[in-house]
């Protein structure tokens, strides 16, 4: 065979592999070094606000403030909502009972597998398919309030009762498909975030700096770990928004968490251990 013959043979087979390596690449989702992103939307929160208080007129305006914002969704009802001009995202607590009166949801069974003595819940089998149920009317009882999407707490549970982990990836799974278009969170869940990271649209990570010892007693956290967590989340292409605690407004804890999520170049809020304060950021 001629050396031109053997070159256009080589130029071919040149051809072909990168042909198949595109292919691969769109069908698997892979992008680089990034992980697979599934069908979720992707854009920068800029500023957020967390807020688990009673919601009247001063506290819609300074609601106002946000683009997104994580809130109570049993302090608030449709017509709230709709004077509520950021991106509305409910809490709910997918790894433990938070005891929230939602609608027609009801917990059928009896779930407990702990109890969680800093708060005062119960610990529950997420992979019960009863729990996944309850969690499922909660999801579509505050969509049809006009919540744009939802934010689970709780999902460190995990990392102690291991049995769980599959029911939170079940249900994070189901809110992607039943809701496309949501924005969908979680608290922290460092310890599943491999499993749900397409799924997903932000980490909320709590303790950012700070953390809650008791009722308005709060210390510094590892700030070394966090800066090596917040890279580790945004590896899967998932956003991080530093949120943490202190005793005042600006004061040492509150001027910690801010100056760390700077370093990181993340949005952060700061607001006091029961999350009801409505302070400037």
Known sequence: ????AKLVILSLVVMLLFSWFV?????????????????KHTNRIEAFAVYYGTVNQSVIGWLNNFSLVIIDPTQVNSTVLSQIHGEKIAYLDLGEFANMSL????????????YDTQWNQSVVNVSSPAWEEYIECQVK???????????FDDVDVAEQYPGTEQG????????REEYPNATIGVNRGFYVLHNISSFINF???EDYGT????????SFNNFT??????????SYNVSVLAFGYAVHPHDAFYNEVKELAKEESVPSFVTNWNVTATWPQ
């Open 141 to 151: 009882y505050v969509m049809s309030m006009g919540f744009q999407g939802v934010m």
């Open 103 to 114: 609608g027609p949801c009801s917990l059928s069974s009896n779930v407990t597998i702990g």
């Open 23 to 39: 292919i691969f690449e769109n069908n698997s989702g892979v992008t680089g070094t990034k992980h697979v992103t599934g069908t």
């Open 225 to 234: 770990q966090v800066k090596n967590l917040t890279a580790y989340v945004e």
């Open 168 to 175: 939170m990836i079940s249900v994070i799974h189901w809110v």
């Open 211 to 218: 953390q809650v010892v008791s009722p308005n007693n709060i």
């Open 203 to 205: 980490v909320l990570f």
């Open 1 to 4: 065979m001629s050396a031109k």
